[in-house]
């Protein structure tokens, strides 16, 4: 059973919101504040946590980047009242996959959460992806993981989707439109700029941990998984 994290101290948003998901059949917990989410995730798993921004006692986008700062590597979806394009860039550089403003239909909200875990949990093919020269990343689509050296490369929902992606198509460009089809949805409305804060996350993550493989940029065109030298 898919569990889920509502983080929402307004009862008549979260009220309805909870009842919703328990009869779609996951498990949910409800929490009201940043702090108390933040524990919770310190001792237990979560495939998917809904973040509201707006909590009593610290920002959500604090809690986000706390949240993957700590390893939590479930999706997050952000969901608030702060609609502008600015203020979506900043939850996805924070480590969010996906943002929806309120108000919002609970339809839509199902939908994206469906979205998250199918990405979250399809097995990919071929299973393992990996660069045929030393100190390049492995990637199992199966497991979701990356490592470089036997090392784990903590990435999110989307970080590994855009990852994947291009290592199986390493070397060639993968266009900005198949990118965008294929890890968030071919009937995505926002901004491609959403795209951009997540290949420079992914681009950060991967120099941290010392891999060759870089992504490069193509102007105008997309991007391409190169294997280091």
């Known amino acids: 059973m898919p569990s889920v994290v509502v983080v929402e101290d307004e009862e008549d948003i979260a009220f309805p919101l909870v009842r919703t998901l328990e009869r779609e059949g996951y498990e949910v917990t409800w929490l009201e504040s940043g702090k108390a989410a933040l524990a919770?995730?310190?001792?237990?798993?979560?495939?998917?946590?809904?973040?509201?921004?707006g909590l009593p006692d610290m920002d959500g986008l604090d809690v986000c980047r706390a949240a993957r700062d700590a390893g939590f590597d479930g999706g997050i979806l952000i969901v608030t009242a702060r609609a502008?394009?600015?203020?979506?860039?900043?939850?996805?550089?924070?480590?969010a996959d996906d943002y929806l403003s309120k108000p919002f239909g609970l339809a839509e909200l199902q939908?994206?959460?469906?979205?998250?875990?199918?990405?979250?949990?399809?097995?990919?093919s071929p299973h393992v992806l990996e660069a045929d020269e030393p100190g390049g990343l492995r990637i199992d689509t199966d497991a979701r993981r990356v490592t470089l050296n036997d090392a784990e490369v903590a990435l999110t929902v989307k970080e590994f989707d855009v990852l994947a992606l291009?290592?199986?198509?390493?070397?060639?460009?993968?266009?900005?439109?198949?990118l965008m089809s294929e890890v968030w949805d071919e009937n995505w409305f926002g901004s491609t700029k959403t795209l951009d804060v997540t290949i420079g996350r992914l681009r950060s993550k991967l120099?941290?941990?010392?891999?060759?493989?870089?992504?490069?940029?193509?102007?105008?065109?997309?991007?391409?998984?190169?294997?280091?030298?």
């Open 207 to 229: 120099e941290e941990a010392g891999a060759t493989d870089r992504v490069v940029a193509i102007r105008g065109v997309g991007f391409r998984l190169e294997s280091g030298t």
């Open 111 to 124: 939908a994206r959460v469906r979205a998250l875990l199918r990405r979250s949990q399809a097995p990919g």
């Open 84 to 95: 502008g394009e600015l203020d979506r860039v900043v939850g996805l550089d924070y480590g």
């Open 166 to 178: 291009l290592a199986a198509s390493r070397d060639k460009v993968v266009s900005r439109e198949h």
């Open 40 to 53: 919770h995730l310190s001792t237990k798993s979560a495939d998917i946590m809904i973040l509201d921004l």
